[in-house]
């Protein structure tokens, strides 16, 4: 055994001299590569003794040549690496090169990364020994972790978010899609790599696309874009993309063209409702038979069609941005301030009746309510005027048809219970004639009898309508015994009485005779009662059209005040001392009976009554 002992330490002793020497010769013969090699080099024996190391060992390590030359190859790794380093140290020692990334430990038990190289060294064919080459990548693998940390962090990111990113080539094959296109497309990404990212998109937006590919190479720059995608199973969906270029470091070539695709389904279903829903609300205001103004503080923001008509102004234009004070009646204007004040203060005002001026400065009868609302994102009021010119007619109407009927009443009783006293008195009248020694006043209480009789027929025409008896009648005819009825009278009061008419034909119409000449002699009269100075009284035919005719009285005297042109027709409604109040309004309705209608003008150079009939 102590033979045995003592071959093995003579071959070792004559390995380590022959290293040695090996060392010596190397080291001398290469000293650049030794020592000014920039990867620590270190030599051991076949027992891992450390038999040299160049500056740079020293440098990472901390031990000094002195030092070192009293350790072994243990001590420079921790423990959980020996095992792999002596598996290489001996697979080295059998003449087998080998490299591997280890861990190493300095002096100051500092970490060290090394890809080591461990050489064998022969000399005549003889392994004694082994060559270190540690190569420091401490800094290369710290950058290569912070490499696959990003990366780690890309994937996280790309496979998670919603949206899709996409890269494709330049000729728009797919080279990587992010995973959620299938939660969003349908398709996995495996499906769409390789594939043409046409067959993604609608086909109508396949052109633009084309197109901001073609920008996104020429501009370098992202571009963005709107448009619709199929999905797999064929329905489809709105998308926006942003499209970036990568490009090649230090050149302009474009190497793929990434995207970011955000579904934007959801967003423009709800703006088209909301636009659709502003759409529906708009038309509603725009054909409301109301006038419906917005207005913010005072100031005209909007107004509709019927607004504008009913403000009698032309255009939009010409009421925005007016203060709608402007077209409130001055009678109501603090009224109304307060009103909109209450409207300001988000208050829902009940209708109120007021006047509104017209752009002409025409006066109607409105109702106007308020509401607060939104206009454009700013908070304004919503105010409905109600023209009710029409309705306060319909009131007045009713009001009148409701006098009619108290009219009506009272005028039979009146005319029942005077008429048979009156035909006494008359009678008696005759008969004392002959002892009247005064004729004037005989004249005058006969005259003043003719006019209660006058007045009861009124009243009879009002309480019982007679029967009327239309036939076929020449107008003509009936305006010329009208005519020479009256015209004494005119005369008599400085009157002249013209009668024109278009045309010379008979003309023949439906009526009856009677009635039609009380009410051309209620005219007549009136025109008559008008002018205390004389004047001229004009009638005039015109055929309006095949159907229908016209006739005018026309005349100068002082003409009917605005206040009063209202009530006329009212029963009992007279400016006469002596007047009945009755005329207007008998003739109205029998005109009425006859199918036709009468409307009145006047101003203060005179009146004009104009009578439409229908010929059958
Ligand atoms: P009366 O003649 O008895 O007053 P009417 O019904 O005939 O009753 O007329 C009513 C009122 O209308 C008159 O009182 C008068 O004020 C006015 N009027 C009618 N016709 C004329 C006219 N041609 N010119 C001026 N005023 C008129
Ligand atoms: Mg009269």
Redesign the pocket.
Known sequence: MDTMNNLVEQIKSENRLLLNTYIEEYINGNKTLFTLNPDAIFTLDLQGHICSVNPVFEHLFGYTTEESMHMKLQMLFPIESLKNVYHYFQKASFGQVHNFDSILTTKEKKKLHLNITMIPISVNDKIVGITIVGKDITELNKKREEVERIEEFHRVLTDNVLDIILSTDLSGKILYVSPSCESVLGYTSKELIGEHLSILFYKDDIGRLFFTREKVLNKLDNVRGTYQLCKKDGSIIWIESISNPVVETGTQNVLEIVSVVRDITERIKSEEELWSRKKAFRQLVECSPDAVVIVDDDNIIFINETGVRTLGALKQEDIMNRSIFDFIHSEYLSIAKELFARISNGVTTDFFECKIVRFDSSVFHAEIKGLPTFFQNISAQYIIIRDITERKRTQELLLNSEKLTIAGQLAAGIAHEVRNPLTAIKGFLQLLKPQFKEEAYFGIIQSELARIENILTELLVLAKPQELKFEQEDIYSIIEEVKTLIDTQAIMNNIEIKFISDWENLTTIQCDKNQLKQVFI??L???I??MPKGGTITIEIKSLCTEKIKIIFK?T????PHH?LKR??EPF????EN???????ISKQIIENHNGSIHFW?DEEG?I?EVILPIK
């Open positions: 209620n005219f009269k009136n025109a009662e008008a005349d005297g002082t003409g009917i009063i006329i027709g409604f007279t400016t006469k007047g009945t109040g009755l005329g207007i309004m006047s009146t009554i």
